[in-house]
């Protein structure tokens, strides 16, 4: 069976489609929501009863208020009850049935691949993909992920479709993000905005003067110096752009660039660092901190992989991001994956570079998922260095290929120096003269 059949099986089992008709996983979760809903609804009648008891003891007056006195060991009972932890786990009950019901009532599978920054995850999924480092910010290579995208197989006719909705957090969201943040970084200041504008007044407060850990001054730089940049995107409708070197500003917390020339000028309004070893300029984003949800829409390279959806995660490993990018993580696992895909680079003897950050992500894991069996839909994946040589120059390492390789020899005459690549060559399988776009190499 095919990988696309094995996916649209699953799909009807959930559904209740195809050889599944009326037996399927979804009918079953609706039927416990129904039940669960109608006991929610038992529960609350029953406490306004217990409620009108109280209330008619307490005033002697109506129809209950004589009850103590002509039943009072039944009335000392009826007092006695406390439907608060009853209800608190109905309402987690109900709210597990909607996950459920919303997972199964997709119509992919979704796989999210998770782990460290810098192990290869994100080209992991640009191989499966085919997008590129402006739609997939790959740590490795010139930028790193800021923002959860979600891409989905494109099973048009069009070869070359791309497409991404981008969808924003309300103000109501972002302030209830930003209030948790500061609750995190200042646990003992009772520190909190009530609207978008107390944002920038941050910058006010003691707490972020004299500033000497990089956690907190991530936050300011990030949320509190560039809100006028990002600000505008809270509350706005959902953005469709099928230009993927645009979405790089929106899902990415940076990019790299050789030099100051090579920066586009829309990203000039950007925070740039100018890294000391290598002399490359570091452009810092700041509007993934305002994109809720990247929505990809990508015809995979391999043609059978039918209705599978991958979830990019942040890697995990930024200090001043740490407790923010993992409870991103949590979530998607929790709300968006029916499976997970555990990226993990070793060194080149086998171990690990970072054991205790290793063990540690693992155990908050099964720590964070223990309710949700994570043994049985979490795969470990072993990334193994490639042995892969540029096909520029044969090297296997110290070859930057997405910036160009200085042993890049001509496709039109094998020269690596002292070519005027523009010049006419002769082509060796057809004999042709003319450049290489007009010849046989073309087609």
Same mark, same amino acid.
């Given at each position: 069976?095919?990988?696309?059949? @094995?996916?649209?099986?699953?799909?009807?089992?959930?559904?209740?489609?195809?050889?599944?008709?009326?037996?399927?996983?979804?009918?079953?979760?609706?039927?416990?929501?129904?039940?669960?809903?109608?006991?929610? *609804?038992?529960?609350?009648?029953?406490?306004?009863?217990?409620?009108?008891?109280?209330?008619?003891?307490?005033?002697?007056?109506?129809?209950?208020?004589?009850?103590?006195?002509?039943?009072?060991?039944? #009335?000392?009972?009826?007092?006695?009850?406390?439907?608060?932890?009853?209800?608190?786990?109905?309402?987690? @009950? *109900?709210?597990?049935?909607?996950?459920?019901?919303?997972?199964?009532?997709?119509?992919?599978?979704?796989?999210?691949? +998770?782990?460290?920054?810098?192990?290869?995850?994100?080209?992991?999924?640009?191989?499966?993909?085919?997008?590129?480092?402006?739609? +997939?910010?790959?740590?490795?290579?010139?930028?790193?992920?800021? %923002?959860?995208?979600?891409?989905?197989?494109?099973?048009?006719?069009?070869?070359?479709?791309?497409?991404?909705?981008?969808?924003?957090?309300? %103000?109501?969201?972002?302030?209830?993000?930003?209030?948790?943040?500061?609750?995190?970084?200042?646990?003992?200041?009772?520190?909190?905005?009530?609207?978008?504008?107390?944002?920038?007044?941050?910058?006010?407060?003691?707490?972020?003067?004299?500033?000497?850990?990089?956690?907190?001054?991530?936050?300011?730089?990030?949320?509190? =110096?560039?809100?006028?940049?990002?600000?505008?995107?809270?509350?706005?409708?959902?953005?469709?752009?099928?230009?993927?070197?645009?979405?790089?500003?929106?899902?990415?917390?940076?990019?790299?660039?050789?030099?100051?020339?090579?920066?586009?000028?829309?990203?000039?309004?950007?925070? #740039?660092?100018? *890294? #000391?070893? &290598?002399? =490359?300029? @570091?452009?810092?984003?700041?509007?993934?901190?305002?994109?809720?949800? %990247?929505?990809?829409?990508?015809?995979?390279?391999?043609?059978?992989?039918?209705?599978?959806?991958?979830?990019?995660?942040?890697?995990?490993?930024?200090?001043?991001?740490?407790?923010?990018?993992?409870?991103?993580?949590?979530?998607?696992?929790?709300?968006?994956?029916? %499976?997970?895909?555990?990226?993990?680079?070793?060194?080149?003897?086998?171990?690990?570079?970072?054991? *205790?950050?290793?063990?540690?992500?693992?155990?908050?894991? @099964?720590?964070?998922?223990?309710?949700?069996?994570?043994?049985?839909?979490?795969?470990?994946?072993?990334?193994?260095?490639?042995?892969?040589?540029?096909?520029?120059?044969?090297?296997?390492?110290?070859?930057?290929? !997405?910036?160009?390789? &200085?042993?890049?020899?001509?496709?039109?005459? =094998?020269?690596?120096?002292?070519?005027? !690549?523009?010049?006419?060559?002769?082509?060796?399988?057809?004999?042709? #003269?003319?450049?290489?776009?007009?010849?046989?190499?073309?087609?």
């Amino acid at each position: 069976m095919k990988i696309r059949e @094995q996916v649209q099986e699953i799909i009807d089992s959930r559904k209740g489609q195809g050889k599944y008709q009326g037996n399927g996983r979804l009918a079953t979760i609706q039927q416990k929501l129904t039940f669960v809903e109608q006991l929610e *609804k038992d529960v609350d009648a029953f406490e306004e009863f217990l409620n009108q008891i109280k209330s008619d003891i307490q005033q002697s007056n109506g129809k209950f208020a004589d009850l103590v006195e002509k039943q009072p060991q039944f #009335t000392n009972r009826l007092l006695e009850i406390h439907l608060h932890e009853l209800k608190q786990k109905i309402a987690a @009950q *109900k709210n597990e049935l909607h996950r459920l019901q919303n997972r199964f009532s997709r119509d992919s599978v979704q796989v999210a691949f +998770i782990g460290q920054a810098r192990q290869g995850k994100s080209s992991f999924l640009q191989r499966i993909s085919g997008l590129n480092d402006d739609t +997939i910010p790959s740590s490795s290579a010139t930028d790193c992920t800021g %923002a959860i995208s979600i891409i989905s197989n494109y099973n048009g006719t069009q070869k070359q479709f791309f497409e991404v909705e981008i969808e924003y957090y309300s %103000a109501l969201e972002f302030i209830a993000a930003v209030n948790n943040k500061l609750s995190q970084l200042f646990p003992q200041a009772h520190l909190a905005i009530s609207s978008l504008q107390d944002i920038p007044s941050l910058a006010f407060k003691s707490e972020f003067q004299n500033i000497d850990d990089d956690e907190v001054r991530n936050f300011k730089e990030t949320y509190i =110096d560039s809100f006028h940049i990002y600000s505008p995107l809270l509350g706005h409708a959902n953005e469709v752009k099928t230009d993927e070197k645009v979405v790089a500003e929106l899902v990415a917390k940076y990019k790299m660039y050789k030099s100051e020339k090579d920066i586009p000028q829309a990203f000039h309004m950007y925070r #740039t660092e100018k *890294k #000391t070893h &290598s002399g =490359d300029i @570091q452009v810092f984003f700041c509007k993934y901190v305002a994109v809720k949800v %990247a929505y990809i829409k990508k015809k995979f390279p391999y043609a059978d992989a039918g209705n599978i959806v991958l979830v990019d995660t942040i890697g995990l490993g930024n200090a001043p991001t740490e407790v923010e990018d993992k409870a991103k993580m949590f979530d998607v696992l929790k709300n968006e994956s029916d %499976a997970a895909v555990y990226i993990y680079k070793p060194s080149e003897d086998g171990a690990s570079k970072n054991p *205790k950050a290793e063990a540690a992500l693992l155990s908050d894991l @099964q720590s964070e998922l223990r309710d949700y069996e994570p043994n049985k839909w979490l795969i470990g994946v072993i990334n193994k260095k490639s042995e892969e040589k540029c096909a520029k120059c044969d090297k296997k390492d110290n070859c930057d290929k !997405k910036q160009g390789c &200085s042993e890049e020899k001509c496709a039109k005459c =094998d020269k690596k120096d002292n070519c005027d !690549k523009k010049a006419e060559h002769k082509c060796k399988g057809c004999d042709s #003269t003319a450049v290489k776009d007009s010849c046989c190499m073309k087609k």
